[in-house]
């Protein structure tokens, strides 16, 4: 304690106290509390019965369906998201800054707006989907639909991760490289890659536990059959409906311990990059 | 013209906005104050309801509050909120304060009974078991039904594609599970093993299973999936009543009778001071004129006489079983049927 206390009386600037005491209070009410009281929910459900809830073979199922559709849009995010973010930052073309602020549009539009225009879109009667049905491509109520929304809406996280970060990134490096007589492809995973993959990581991490979670826009798309395209936030939304809390929050529990795995990884993994970017 | 327009959305744009904020400020008083402040012994309830009802409760409320004025000279306010049933019943334990609950599935209100919230044997208070009007399932198909869906065992054979919601999210889909149990029943004499394979062979069929009545409708109607839905028989009623020319609405030989229950919310209702007029809100829903509408909107009126004026629209030849007679009560069905693990889950094991 005496160490902790003469740490923050040598800051240069004052007010450590005060932000300490903001970022708990904040947190404690807006984020731990919250979560604690999951736990203590929790604790008045048998641990036999908890595994039960968790382990279920419809439950493990879904967290198949949730981890891959995530994980793929997630992937898709990170070199889609890539590649728009370079082009805003590179580039200056008619409607730039409109299509620019177009993409938090995911972050404002309530999500089962985004479900179901998607939803509707996409099915053998939209406009996409009948064209893609031709080709024996089915897109609403199959797993490649619930990736599709997650998509959607993941996709802000990895722009606004990178966007920054290529801003501030110096073109003088590029331009050296190519007189040096680096090829485009080499210059990319040399000098540009490097500097972007923490700020993609992130972005990646941001999207994969946003699309674990989301129930509004990827329960119109998704068919919801079990085993099959049914994701944990519907599993959750169903106990809850059968007035069953215990299994819903048990649930909601390891989805809870997965998300912070995820971030704590994206984190550790962050860090080494960065560490090995700067040499 | 155009200004008028204009000027004519921001109107109403400004309408909105007042009666919202009003609206904040008027919650912050208690309800009984409100009638007092404006002068005319103005009184509102709240009435929690299931997905389907909407339509029905906008009208029967205009036909409330003239009844009511003209008995008692009262102004009556009545607020509507649809869902999911579980949902909405839901939301009441956790304190959406409701006057009166009308419900699709009697277990939901038994939820709300256990929390001391609606009375005691609160399904003998109004006649026939609190179900002023009751429903079945039906099949909603494509206009000339090219599937030439007939009945039950049309549904299950190989090559149709059947909507249903999920009976774990929505009381509407546990009546067509039910339903569709019932006719197995009957055709196998009540084998069950065959009972199961039917049902297996059903949602084999199932390509898509939302999590509500309405948004299955959606999927039907709207996203052109599938080729019959599973529904109620006045969401079908509704569906055509909107795409004139596009469905068809074919009656099984056997369904089940559904009857949507109705209750007050007494706890709430009390702290209201509203007990009286929410009670003739529901006792209303039996009286001629409130049948006649109910029939309109696609519902069987529990009045005998007043189904018999709508024969027409109604497919009288069914053979409707009742949840009681021949499930023993929700509280068994639902054991049997929906809890995890149960007859439902393992339809879908592999």
Same mark, same amino acid.
């Given at each position: 304690?005496?160490?902790?206390?003469?740490?923050?009386?040598?800051?240069?600037?004052?007010?450590?106290?005060?932000?300490?005491?903001i970022?708990?209070?904040?947190?404690?009410?807006?984020v731990l509390?919250?979560?604690?009281?999951?736990?203590?929910? +929790?604790?008045?459900?048998?641990?036999?019965?908890?595994?039960?809830?968790?382990?279920?073979?419809?439950t493990?199922?879904a967290?198949?369906?949730s981890?891959?559709?995530?994980?793929?849009?997630?992937?898709?995010?990170?070199?889609?998201?890539?590649l728009?973010?370079?082009?805003?930052?590179?580039?200056r073309?008619?409607?730039?800054?409109?299509?620019n602020?177009?993409?938090?549009?995911? #972050?404002?539009?309530?999500?089962?707006?985004?479900?179901?225009?998607?939803?509707?879109?996409?099915?053998? /009667?939209?406009?996409?989907?009948?064209?893609?049905?031709q080709?024996?491509?089915?897109?609403?109520?199959?797993?490649?639909?619930?990736?599709?929304a997650?998509?959607?809406?993941?996709?802000?996280?990895?722009?606004?991760?990178?966007?920054?970060?290529?801003? /501030?990134?110096?073109?003088?490096?590029?331009?050296?490289?190519?007189?040096?007589?680096?090829?485009?492809?080499?210059?990319?995973?040399?000098? +540009?890659l490097?500097?972007?993959?923490?700020?993609?990581?992130?972005?990646?991490? +941001?999207?994969?536990?946003?699309?674990?979670?989301e129930?509004?826009?990827?329960?119109?798309?998704a068919?919801?059959?079990?085993?099959?395209?049914?994701?944990?936030?519907?599993?959750?939304m169903?106990?809850?409906?059968?007035?069953?809390?215990?299994?819903?929050?048990?649930?909601?529990?390891?989805?809870?311990l #997965?998300?912070?795995?995820?971030?704590l990884?994206?984190?550790?993994?962050?860090?080494?990059?960065?560490?090995?970017?700067?040499? | 013209?155009?200004n008028?327009?204009?000027?004519?959305? &921001?109107?109403?744009a400004?309408?909105?906005?007042?009666?919202?904020?009003?609206?904040?400020?008027?919650?912050?008083?208690? &309800?009984?104050?409100?009638?007092?402040?404006?002068?005319?012994?103005?009184?509102?309830?709240?009435?929690?309801?299931?997905?389907?009802?909407? @339509?029905f409760?906008?009208?029967?409320?205009?036909?409330f509050?003239?009844?009511?004025?003209?008995k008692?000279?009262?102004n009556?306010?009545?607020?509507?909120?649809?869902?999911?049933?579980?949902?909405?019943? %839901?939301?009441?334990?956790?304190?959406?304060?409701?006057?009166?609950?009308?419900?699709?599935?009697?277990?939901?209100?038994?939820?709300?009974q256990?929390?001391?919230?609606?009375?005691?044997?609160?399904?003998?208070?109004l006649?026939?078991?609190?179900?002023?009007?009751?429903?079945?399932?039906?099949?909603l198909v494509?206009?000339?039904?090219?599937?030439?869906?007939?009945?039950?065992?049309d549904?299950?054979?190989?090559?149709?594609?059947?909507?249903?919601?999920?009976?774990?999210?929505s009381?509407?889909?546990?009546?067509?599970?039910l339903?569709?149990?019932?006719?197995?029943?009957?055709?196998?004499?009540?084998?069950?093993?065959?009972?199961?394979?039917?049902?297996k062979?059903?949602?084999?069929?199932?390509s898509?299973?939302?999590?509500?009545? &309405?948004?299955?409708?959606?999927? =039907?109607?709207?996203?052109?999936?599938?080729?019959?839905?599973?529904?109620?028989?006045?969401?079908?009623?509704?569906?055509?009543?909107?795409?004139?020319?596009?469905?068809?609405?074919?009656?099984?030989?056997?369904?089940?009778?559904?009857?949507?229950?109705?209750?007050?919310?007494?706890?709430?209702?009390?702290?209201?001071?509203?007990?009286k007029?929410?009670?003739?809100?529901?006792?209303?829903?039996?009286?001629? @004129?409130?049948?006649?509408? @109910?029939?309109?909107?696609g519902? %069987?009126?529990?009045?005998?006489?007043?189904?018999?004026?709508? %024969?027409?629209?109604?497919?009288?030849?069914?053979?409707?079983?009742?949840?009681?007679?021949? =499930?023993?009560?929700w509280?068994?069905?639902d054991?049997?049927? =929906?809890a995890?693990?149960?007859?439902?889950?393992?339809?879908?094991?592999?």
């Open positions: 304690m005496p160490a902790f206390k003469k740490a923050a009386q040598n800051r240069v600037i004052p007010g450590f106290g005060l932000s300490m005491g970022t708990v209070s904040m947190l404690s009410l807006v509390i919250p979560l604690f009281s999951i736990v203590v929910y +929790l604790s008045g459900c048998s641990f036999s019965a908890f595994w039960q809830a968790v382990t279920d073979a419809k493990v199922a967290y198949r369906v981890l891959t559709c995530s994980a793929a849009a997630a992937a898709v995010n990170a070199v889609m998201g890539t728009l973010a370079w082009a805003f930052t590179r580039y073309f008619p409607f730039c800054r409109l299509l602020g177009m993409i938090e549009l995911p #972050f404002a539009l309530p999500t089962s707006v985004a479900g179901i225009s998607l939803t509707a879109m996409y099915s053998e /009667k939209g406009w996409v989907g009948s064209w893609l049905s080709f024996g491509i089915k897109i609403s109520y199959t797993t490649a639909g619930i990736t599709m997650m998509i959607f809406i993941g996709m802000p996280f990895v722009v606004r991760s990178i966007q920054p970060v290529l801003e /501030k990134l110096n073109p003088q490096y590029e331009e050296a490289a190519l007189t040096m007589g680096a090829s485009r492809t080499r210059i990319f995973f040399k000098i +540009l490097p500097e972007l993959l923490p700020a993609i990581l992130t972005g990646f991490g +941001l999207a994969f536990s946003r699309g674990l979670g129930y509004g826009s990827v329960v119109f798309i068919g919801n059959i079990p085993y099959q395209t049914q994701t944990v936030p519907l599993l959750i169903n106990q809850l409906e059968q007035f069953n809390d215990a299994g819903a929050t048990s649930i909601a529990l390891v989805m809870i #997965f998300a912070f795995l995820l971030l990884g994206m984190n550790f993994i962050q860090a080494r990059v960065s560490r090995i970017a700067r040499g | 013209m155009g008028r327009k204009l000027l004519h959305t &921001r109107t109403i400004c309408g909105l906005l007042a009666a919202g904020l009003l609206n904040l400020f008027a919650g912050c008083g208690s &309800r009984a104050q409100q009638a007092s402040l404006s002068g005319s012994a103005a009184v509102s309830i709240v009435n929690v309801s299931y997905d389907a009802t909407r @339509e409760y906008e009208e029967y409320n205009a036909l509050q003239t009844y009511w004025a003209k008692t000279g009262q009556v306010e009545v607020t509507q909120s649809h869902g999911g049933s579980g949902k909405q019943a %839901r939301s009441v334990l956790a304190g959406n304060e409701a006057d009166v609950v009308t419900l699709a599935l009697e277990s939901d209100v038994d939820e709300l256990k929390a001391g919230l609606t009375a005691d044997g609160w399904i003998h208070q006649p026939s078991d609190s179900a002023p009007y009751t429903s079945t399932i039906v099949f494509r206009k000339g039904n090219p599937k030439n869906i007939k009945d039950w065992n549904v299950v054979k190989s090559g149709r594609q059947v909507i249903t919601p999920n009976p774990k999210s009381g509407g889909a546990k009546w067509n599970f339903a569709a149990w019932a006719y197995a029943d009957r055709l196998y004499g009540g084998e069950e093993s065959k009972d199961l394979a039917f049902m062979a059903l949602y084999r069929n199932v898509v299973l939302d999590s509500g009545s &309405r948004g299955a409708a959606a999927t =039907f109607v709207e996203n052109g999936q599938g080729d019959v839905l599973l529904t109620w028989e006045n969401e079908a009623f509704l569906a055509m009543r909107e795409h004139p020319g596009a469905f068809e609405v074919v009656t099984p030989s056997v369904s089940i009778l559904a009857q949507p229950s109705v209750a007050v919310v007494h706890t709430y209702a009390k702290k209201h001071g509203t007990e007029v929410a009670k003739a809100y529901l006792q209303y829903l039996y009286s001629d @004129e409130a049948q006649r509408l @109910e029939a309109q909107n519902y %069987r009126p529990t009045n005998k006489k007043i189904l018999q004026e709508f %024969r027409r629209n109604f497919d009288l030849k069914v053979q409707l079983v009742t949840i009681a007679d021949a =499930f023993g009560g509280s068994k069905a054991q049997k049927f =929906f995890d693990g149960a007859v439902f889950d393992q339809i879908y094991e592999k």
